[in-house]
């Protein structure tokens, strides 16, 4: 049994479907997330695949169009959990909490799409379950996000030069703002394979990195 855990999640082909992608923050997510399942597998630790889904909608997250799958690259070794999900954080609608108690896991590191909304909100619940969450941010990826009047269906360009536009800088730095102290240790994936590498067995705890871990939220 392992006390730490990776979850990947949502790296699906559904979002290469999309116009926005060609704005990814993380063009190298892959090979990221890549170094990171195989350093938590060369330690023994569990690594959790994640892929979200929306049945019957039509959409490239509908199973249907075959588009929930992983992106060419990364695959899941032999005995790994693949766990599909129909809301935004990886606990509400899977058996993830339950195959983390059953493996004796405390100790979550997180990566994935997108930054700021599947990967932080499993970010934050993991801590107000309990767990001592560690977020690489270096092996998440989002896309600019429009502002909530702009008309719908505009092309990629106009997105982009629109002054209202969140860009992935402005998202990455709000997000680490948000859970640094609060839910989250913030490492990159540089830190974590090192500290992996360096470490026998599964106790040693996570240590250093951006900021301190917390169980739960810092009032106020």
């Known amino acids: 049994m392992s006390s730490r855990a990776l979850v990947v ?7 290469r479907q999309r116009p926005i992608w060609a704005a990814t923050s993380n063009p190298d997510l892959v090979d990221r ?45 032999a005995g790994e959990p693949v766990l599909h999900k129909t809301s935004h954080n990886a ?11 059953e493996a004796g896991v405390r100790e979550l ?18 801590a107000d379950l309990g767990y001592r969450v560690t977020f690489v941010t270096d092996a998440t990826a989002t896309n600019p996000i429009e ?32 859970l640094a102290g609060r839910f989250a240790t913030i490492r990159t994936v540089a830190e974590l394979t090192a500290e992996l590498t360096e470490l026998t067995g599964g106790s040693a705890e996570l240590t250093g990195g951006r900021g301190p871990v917390l169980q739960g939220p810092v009032a106020g």
């Open 9 to 15: 999640i949502d790296v699906q082909e559904s979002f």
């Open 33 to 77: 997330v890549r170094r990171l399942t195989e350093a938590f597998r060369a330690g023994g630790h569990l690594v959790v695949w994640v892929l979200h889904t929306e049945p019957g909608t039509g959409t490239v997250f509908d199973p249907a169009l075959g588009f929930v799958r992983l992106i060419d690259g990364l695959e899941p070794a």
């Open 91 to 101: 606990f509400t609608t899977t058996n993830l909490q339950q195959l983390l108690t």
């Open 109 to 126: 590191a997180v990566c994935g799409i997108r930054t700021e909304q599947c990967v932080e909100t499993t970010a934050r619940l993991g």
């Open 147 to 178: 502002h909530p009047d702009a008309p719908p269906g505009r092309p990629l360009h106009e997105i982009l030069a629109d002054p209202r536009t969140l860009g992935v800088d402005e998202i990455v730095t709000r997000t680490e703002y948000a």
